[in-house]
């Protein structure tokens, strides 16, 4: 065999150091790509692998009214996290955790032996759920630290406040609008583990501290909202009517002291499960939702003409019962018996048509229009919510003179009930229009203030002398007028009554269906709160605003005026209001004692033997004989599967006393009939049904019998 020459060993050789050099340097470069380039992106992934990051939530702020009491705040609770790799027995975790969080079987066991670190399990447990784990004491299931968000009062402020989601996300009202400022910043824990997400015995633990989310101080009085809440409820019941919305506002800032929508719901229990019902309960209609208002419209065409000098307080109108604008044939109210000659005042006091009518034509479409706008009509306020609506104002180049007669008294025109009760406002405060709030400042954690919204003031509608007239008329329209049933012993009353028509979905009047509404305010002289209730399909034998709508508002604003301090005429106040006592932390029955001794009657709301919360709250000066609603703690010791209650028997009752007696019991009710007394029950008196079941019950009138 011949061996290679020397010139082939040789080449072979530079070929062998060529290749070698090549590798060595392809090695070394990429050894430095990863070393030099790659290293950030490296010791990441060292990182993810060694450590495992636990997110600490921040705390939510808190939602208080304007004197500082808790409206909604969050509270810790337990959630169950399953570590999969460290499960030992996944049947048992499944079988056991199932029935405790009353879990689907299948879907623990999924999770527990998923192939993730971590997995989630159920949040927000009850305090008994954490109990009964902990005394299991499984491998692998561990109970961390949740929030939870609660809503003290219950269904109270509801469409304002809002709810969260879950995870603590607003979803509605102020929740949401403000969730930026409210949730804060979360913050988080790095422990380092083993490959499989173990902790390690002497890892090191970094930690970043959370920022707490801001409380949102708002301009809402719990006391006069607990007031307005109080009789919207009774009239939404007495009245039978679809919905009552009540706003009462201060005003000469255009704070809002008190917003309620009923029908309502518990905000810590929203109705998440009917798509469809949660949408109508939780749409804030005092804000969103247009409708033609009537005769309390007529505040702001008085104001107009005023101010416009289309009349004075010695000008003079004719009702026959109708006018004719343009060929169109237009009835006053009161058409069969025409008001015949009238004064201003007098027009007003009768809530003439025919009169509005001819000051609005008496100012012209453009100037009427100016007043419109210059009011607000017609564009959103800026209030802090989501959903405000601009009501529906004709274009001008549209307005004919008919349409101008009509919006004269409160037809072809639809308004917010905010945007009506900033109306009154501007007419009675002195003609400044002001800017409405709901929300009075936003503080951080440590109190220190972030953002304040001070009273605005967008310019001056009506002159003050104007303004003082304004507040004159409509003093004597509740005490000569429509307005007789807002007048309270002691103090003088302003406002006007108002009955409007409603349309189908085609656009056509709805014949016996009506809107009846009253705005009032009160003292006369220097209103300190303008109340507007608004009553949507009244079920009533008569259902005009001076009758299903005045009433409820003398009441708040009689019970509002007398926890402002305002004194009565004649000093008859000392003897007919109370301190209302602190009854916070007393047994149920201890605090109805307590009470009763202070001169006041006890609404109980809740469950649970002692009293978490009252309203009014302690201190304020309530009238004699009031009620104070007091809170117990949230949770029914009973679940409903299994408590029962008896049906009582109704019979001969009347509306308001059956409702009385199965809210009692803890029962609800469902009336059918046209009215009367009960006649017939289901479930019928003495039967055993779960607590919060419905009662139907018919109201009708006994047959009588000769004896």
Known sequence: MSRPSVNNRKRLLIQLAVFSGGLLGLIVFRLGYWQLVRSEWLQMKAADQWTREVTVEAERGDILDRNGNLLASSASCDAVVLRPSQITDANRVADTLSEILEMERAVVYERAVSKYSERWLKRQITA?????????????????????????LGNFLTQVLGFTSVDGKGLEGIESRFDKYLSGTPGLIAIESDVVGRELPFGADEYVAPVDGNDLILTIDMTIQSFTEKYAEQCLLEQNAKRVIAIAMDPDTADVLAM????DYDNNNPPRSDIAILQELTRNAAISDAYEPGSTFKIATLAAALDSGAVTMDSSFTCVGYRLVDGDKIKCWRFDRPHGTQTLTQAAQNSCNPAFMDMALGMGVQTFYDYLYQFGFGSQSGIELYGEGTGIVTPIKYVRNVDLARIGFGQAIALTPLQLVSAACTAVNGGMRMQPHIVKEIRDSEGNTVVRYEPEALGQVVSPETSALMRQILKDVVENGSGRNAMIEGYTVGGKTGTAQKYDENGKIMHDVHISSFVGFAPAEDPRVVVLLVVDEPNAAVDYGSIVAAPYVKSILEETLLYLNVPRQGGSDETETREVPDVRTMEVEQAEAALSVAGFETLVEGYGGKVVEQMPPPGVLAPKDSVVMVCLEDEDPQSSE???????DLAGLTAIEANEKLETEGLLAEFSGPGGVVTGQTPAAGESVPEGSVVVVEIGYPEQTDE
């Open 260 to 263: 309620t929508v009923k029908p």
């Open 128 to 152: 008994e759920q954490a109990d009964r784990i902990l005394e299991l004491d499984l491998d692998g299931v561990v109970l961390v630290e949740d929030k939870k968000r609660y809503y003290p």
């Open 642 to 648: 299994d408590y029962f209650v008896t049906v009582p």
